[in-house]
T-cell receptor, first 109, second 114 residues
């Protein structure tokens, strides 16, 4: 699976949008972008995934650039409960998930 | 549907002992993966089972083993425990549709080796 690069940490004000970037310049054509998050001491939680089109669900939006070399996870109205480590991963069916260091998002009141 | 369940949630063992952890996947999910999470190494893949067969394996010593039963429940075993095996052990079951896989994680078992 391709490697990803994420900022180590980010802050966001409560109620504002949190935009978490991810670079995956070596992604190949059949690899998906997945986002998970892990709230302290809990198991990782699936957020969203996409191939090349932008995706939205009840938790977040995923914006993938046209060349697919980077993406942004958007939490439209961050709350204190969104404080977590967010992992961006590139995944191919049949392979295991490879977790990097992730981005530690701190939502502040 | 009920989520992924793991038992026990907390465990304390001593060096040299062995331990067995259990995972029940979401109903209908046939694949179960195991991960180890430590502060130093982060989340690392241990192995994956599908239809009672190991399908993928990470880079862990042979002391770490697993199995899956016909009802998709899985167990992992660690023999001859070392202090460095203290970690959060996470189990994930996989939902596959149209070739797209999504993993759902359990709450984990926190193992402390003294």
């Amino acid at each position: 699976d391709a490697k990803t690069t994420q900022p180590t940490s980010m802050d966001c004000a409560e109620g504002r949008a949190a935009n978490l970037p991810c670079n995956h310049s070596t992604i190949s054509g059949n690899e998906y972008v997945y986002w998970y998050r892990q709230i302290h001491s809990q198991g990782p939680q699936y957020i969203i995934h996409g191939l090349k089109n932008n995706e939205t669900n009840e938790m977040a939006s995923l914006i993938i650039t046209e060349d697919r070399k980077s993406s942004t996870l958007i939490l439209p109205h961050a709350t204190l409960r969104d404080t977590a480590v967010y992992y961006c991963m590139i995944h191919n069916a049949g392979n295991m998930l490879t977790f990097g260091g992730g981005t530690r998002l701190m939502v502040k009141p | 549907k009920a989520g992924v369940t793991q038992t026990p949630r907390y465990l304390i063992k001593t060096r040299g002992q062995q331990v067995t952890l259990s995972c029940s996947p979401i109903s209908g999910h046939r694949s179960v993966s195991w991960y180890q999470q430590t502060p130093g190494q982060g989340l690392q893949f241990l192995f994956e089972y599908f239809s009672e067969t190991q399908r993928n394996k990470g880079n862990f010593p042979g002391r770490f083993s697993g199995r899956q039963f016909s009802n998709s429940r899985s167990e992992m075993n660690v023999s001859t425990l070392e202090l460095g095996d203290s970690a959060l052990y996470l189990c994930a079951s996989t939902y596959t549709v149209a070739g797209i896989e999504t993993q759902y994680f359990g709450p984990g078992t926190r193992l402390l080796v003294l």
